[in-house]
């Protein structure tokens, strides 16, 4: 009965474990404790309320804290969360290959202060690569400089998806809404960054009242409009990659492990089964 009961354990643990995460730790920013990321996505959200057993997790495998694709990560985050809550999810995790400082103030700088985001610090890396990112151009050679590898991936290679999503952030999209860049913006504003004036926003409370790329004529009223979203990645780049690069870079010894080229993803797991409902890897910068 013993040897049975052991047996039937052991499979209800296999079935709730995620395997390409199975043994990965990082550091929790919340707790400083080092926690098992397969654990993180297979367990309740709360100890004392089983009643989310079956809710989802994500966890986000992100990149340095001074990319532009972490960054972009951070704002849609913080930005999708009432809506991820309303759909199941009630657990969130968020992994930044960088050290706690680097981290922290990421997550300042973009306004992501959910109590129900816990961000972990990864400064190799590993995490990303046992899921499967992408690990950018020439991943092994270790002669070239990694800055060399990362101008390469500006121009697609080994990120064939950076051209398109830059010529898109210019010539906007009639199709496709994407909410999350005004937010964005506005946090920027909030924040004195440049450029400040896409936006007029009220000047006790904070709240957009006109976004002028709305009253442009004709693609005004596309979902996205031209040079909305590069106008946000401008204001990432000067006042957030550039300007707080010392705060955000990556240690040296981050840079030995390759994060300043490899890319990012994340997964959807529901808890209580470890079944991946949603998994995706960044094919680009």
Do not use: H
């Not at 959200?45 to 809710?55: F, I, V």
């Not at 960088?98 to 129900?116: H, R």
């Not at 050679?141 to 950076?162: H, I, N, Q, R, V």
């Amino acid at each position: 009965l013993i040897l049975v009961l052991a047996l039937i354990s052991s499979q209800r643990s296999c079935i709730r474990a995620y395997a390409p995460l199975a043994g990965i730790t990082a550091q929790s920013l919340k707790t400083g404790e080092t926690t098992d990321l397969s654990t993180f996505l297979t367990t309740t959200a709360s100890k004392s309320n089983e009643s989310n057993a079956n809710d989802y997790s994500l966890l986000i495998l992100g990149t340095y804290a001074a990319d532009f694709n972490m960054i972009e990560y951070a704002q849609r985050l913080r930005y999708y969360l009432p809506d991820l809550k309303a759909r199941g999810i009630s657990k969130f995790g968020l992994v930044v290959n960088g050290d706690a400082p680097a981290a922290q103030t990421l997550a300042e700088t973009v306004d992501l202060a959910d109590d129900s985001v816990d961000i972990f610090t990864d400064p190799t890396g590993q995490a990303g690569r046992a899921f499967g990112v992408g690990r950018g151009w020439k991943p092994e050679d270790e002669s070239l400089s990694p800055y060399l590898k990362l101008f390469g991936m500006l121009w697609g290679l080994g990120a064939w998806a950076t051209l398109p999503a830059v010529i898109g952030g210019y010539i906007g999209n009639p199709f496709r809404p994407q909410p999350w860049i005004e937010d964005a913006m506005a946090v920027g504003q909030r924040k004195g960054r440049w450029p400040d004036t896409a936006l007029d926003l009220d000047e006790v409370t904070g709240e957009i009242l006109v976004n002028k790329f709305k009253e442009l004529p004709v693609v005004g009223a596309w979902p996205r409009r031209p040079l909305e979203l590069a106008t946000l990645r401008l204001q990432n780049m000067m006042d957030i990659s550039i300007k707080q690069w010392d705060d955000l870079k990556p240690s040296e010894e981050s840079l030995k492990s390759g994060v300043l080229t490899q890319l990012g993803g994340c997964v959807i797991v529901k808890r209580a089964t470890g079944e991946v409902v949603f998994e995706f890897k960044d094919p680009g910068i």
